[in-house]
Nanobody
Framework: QVQLVESGGGLVHPGGSLRLSCAAS????????RGWYRQAPGKQRELVAA???????NYADSVKGRFTISRDNVKNTVYLQMNSLKPEDTAVYYC????????????WGQGTQVTVYS
């Protein structure tokens, strides 16, 4: 079974940067994490960035030009570089891969908290 472990969150001021990491452990063969999601207090979980099955990337409109998703296949790790952070980016960030039926391939990890404050 694959376990997802997110890390790299923290407290930053507006305009700051963070790099989040998502490591897959356990039965990592064929584990392929494709996306980052976030959930702010009182809101539903939303897509932040993800690769499509065709290999292109999708970003939420609110993060385009500021966030970049990347991966290191040797380390089986997916990253989310977040620049020019805004208070509205405050949320718990998770990684996972969406299925076509609306579900997700992996159990959710614990997430990593990102707080942007003035």
């Amino acid at each position: 079974q694959v376990q997802l472990v997110e890390s790299g969150g923290g407290l930053v001021h507006p305009g700051g940067s963070l790099r989040l990491s998502c490591a897959a452990s356990g039965s990592t063969f064929r584990a392929y994490v494709r996306g980052w999601y976030r959930q702010a207090p009182g809101k539903q979980r939303e897509l932040v960035a993800a690769w499509t099955s065709g290999g292109s990337t999708n970003y939420a409109d609110s993060v385009k030009g500021r966030f970049t998703i990347s991966r290191d296949n040797v380390k089986n790790t997916v990253y989310l570089q977040m620049n020019s952070l805004k208070p509205e980016d405050t949320a718990v960030y998770y990684c996972n891969t969406a299925r076509n039926d609306g579900g997700y391939y992996f159990n959710w990890g614990q997430g990593t908290q990102v707080t942007v404050y003035s």
